[in-house]
């Protein structure tokens, strides 16, 4: 009887608790304001295109690894990769539209560097002792670059978004600052 009285305590206290919050996340702000909106683009969030674009990329990805069940091995292996590569590219991509931000951009650029990184990998499987060795090094040192060069976009989007008051960052502090020694001292 006891466990009964606890579990209707605790789900009254859970029931008002969230009855309580409910109105705190209704938003009162105009439509046209999307300062209170975590996504610049609500428009494009919302829109029936962006719906649409979403489903074509499932709808690709859905035929480009169909395409793949005629081939066998690591052709067949390379070829998935590459259908599910193009898909999380475009849907980062079109995160980065909808959102509109430099950290969007940011996350577009990271995904299509891992991405191409993953496909490049399996590719290098069709190969064997060296070739396949260094076939994987050169891959990794593409996904290096391509992850530094979408680290220094970053950090010129968000400077070029920043507000004019703000003091400019020490250049001992700036992250962008041991950007250019690292690359040179790793090569």
Do not use: W
């Amino acid at each position: 009887m006891k466990m009964k009285t606890l579990y209707a305590a605790l789900s009254g206290a859970f029931l008002l608790g969230a009855a309580t919050l409910a109105p705190a996340q209704t938003s009162t702000a105009p439509a046209g304001n999307t300062a209170a909106h975590p996504v610049k683009n609500t428009e494009a969030a919302m829109s029936s295109d962006y719906r649409a674009q979403k489903k074509q990329i499932d709808d690709t990805y859905k035929q480009d690894k169909a395409a793949c069940k005629g081939q066998s091995g690591n052709a067949k292996d390379v070829c998935q990769k590459e259908a599910k590569a193009k898909e999380k590219i475009a849907k980062a991509d079109l995160e980065a539209q909808r959102k509109g931000t430099p950290h969007a951009q940011y996350e577009a650029a990271k995904t299509k560097a891992e991405q191409n990184y993953e496909v490049a990998k399996e590719k290098c499987e069709d190969q064997k002792g060296k070739e396949k060795s260094a076939c994987k090094k050169q891959a990794k040192a593409d996904e290096d670059k391509a992850l530094a060069e979408a680290k220094s976009e970053r950090g010129s989007m968000a400077s070029n978004t920043s507000a004019p008051s703000r003091a400019p960052a020490p250049a001992s502090t700036s992250p962008n600052s041991n950007a250019p020694s690292k690359t040179s001292s790793g090569k």
